[in-house]
């Protein structure tokens, strides 16, 4: 009996050891970048529920577990999904349904451009979005007489790429109700000759934005799942959308609920009094696709439009310093209020003046360091004593690297060359608090991710301007760059244990890229195509 047992457990051992555990999918051969503290490296992972299983060799991964579905990236890199900490993910949606204004050389090219929209978009307002007189020869703001001879009878509402500015048609002005110049508290109506030119800066805009229809519910389906389409075949599987009504979050929630949108959103509710008591009253809201917890509040307008408060006056325009959007008292008001109920608070502020007085408020009411992650979106330019505002109390500079790239031809006629040296200074504001989250503010900028990576590490254009780089000093290395478009981005959302990297336990949320962006040179960078994006372990994207 004893010689039969001998004989039996070897066998019995043997086959225990040859059985396979139950994977949903493998991903092997491939150059994994986890993108955790040590940054490691590995060949393989599986995926169950949507979420890692384990990581290791392809040969471990493969001997160990056994899956329906098996891919073979054939060498090729994987990254974790990527994140957008900051954009306009309805915003650009919305944009996709209007008359693209974006890279027009001139305002007759927009009249050109706006004239074959309406033959095919014949009915009610009609809507262009992204046009920057700063790409023009001539780069004063245009009028919008010729805009009103073309359309007489049909309101017409144009947006500037950074949102902080429009020019509108008479007759749209008259439906809004506009005679003449309104003074306001943060906003300005452009005059010339005595007569409003339709060009409508920061608070101005929504006088007359506030008269477009609001899309009915079929239309705003097709807004959000036309923007995540673009965005997954981005690589892209969170995005922060900054400045929402509640009504928009049930709307995503009920489309999230019903499977029609599956992009994870990370949104910020706009600054409302009807958003607080809502989200006061309901509390954070967390699901596995939809995380609500923050307010987004705006301090002052663009540069681009001298909308950007500034400590002292503009220097292609020195009778102008731009302005706040809100009395400081109401900054005060709203930050002790976010504060008392624990919520998040992200303001925006592009002119050194609007970050100085947004930190020295975050500053009164934070006390200290802490773990609130209060951000400021953009800081754009900071004045050289203000830096250290944002280490003392663990403030969070959310950056986007593409505005760099954008602006770097006109900002030094914009600031001088000595405020220039504190603006887009990401190296800086990384050194505060040792992270930094990246995001590209689409449809301000283009919603590619891979063109963030390339303006943070290379910061040249698409030309390879300036050689060597813009304030080639402020520049991030491969490595912040891709953790500033993933682990810090979840950091920032306060969802670095569920995504950002790809560790045991994480989300299965995944990007394969044709090139490995990372041993890259430049122009390699720009040429990187998104080959496949997977989220909750399921495909997406795929490119054809």
Known sequence: ?????????????????????????????????????????????????????????????????????????????????????????????????????????????????????????????????????????????????????????RPVFLNRIDGHAAIANQKALDDAGIKGEVKLVGGDMLVKNGKLTGVLIDNAVALVESKIPSPDAKLAEKIFTDAQKNCFAAGLTTIDDCGLSYLAVEFIEKLQKENKLKMRLYVMLSDDEANYKYLFNRGPIKTERLNVRAFKVYADGALGSRGACLLHPYSDMPGKKGFLLSNPKHFEEVAKKIAANNFQMCTHAIGDSANRTILKIYNNVLKGKNDKRWRIEHAQVINKADFDLFGKTSIVPSVQPTHATSDMYWAGERLGKERLKGAYAYKQLLKQNGWIPLGTDFPVENINPLLTFYAATVREDSKGFPKGGFQVENALTPEEALRGMTIWAAKANFEENEKGSLEKGKLADFVILDKDILKSTSQTILKTKVLKTYLNGEKVYEAK
């Open 1 to 153: 009996m004893k010689s039969l047992l001998y004989f039996f457990f070897p066998v019995l051992l043997f086959s225990s050891c040859s059985e396979k555990e139950e994977a949903d999918s493998i991903v092997y051969n491939a150059k994994v970048y986890t993108v955790n503290t040590n940054f490691d490296t590995v060949e393989a992972f599986a995926v169950k529920n949507g979420k890692i299983l384990a990581l290791g060799t392809t040969h471990d991964i493969r001997a160990q577990y056994k899956a329906k579905e098996e891919i073979d990236a054939a060498g090729k890199a994987v990254y974790p999904g990527f994140i957008d900490a900051h954009a306009h993910f309805y915003g650009y949606g919305q944009s996709l349904q209007t008359a693209d204004l974006r890279d027009t050389k001139s305002w007759d090219e927009i009249l050109q451009r706006l004239s074959d929209f309406a033959k095919t978009h014949p009915d009610g307002w009609l809507i262009g979005n992204g046009w920057d007189q700063n790409d023009w020869q001539d780069k004063s703001f245009p009028t919008n007489e010729t805009l009103t001879q073309l359309f007489p009878n």
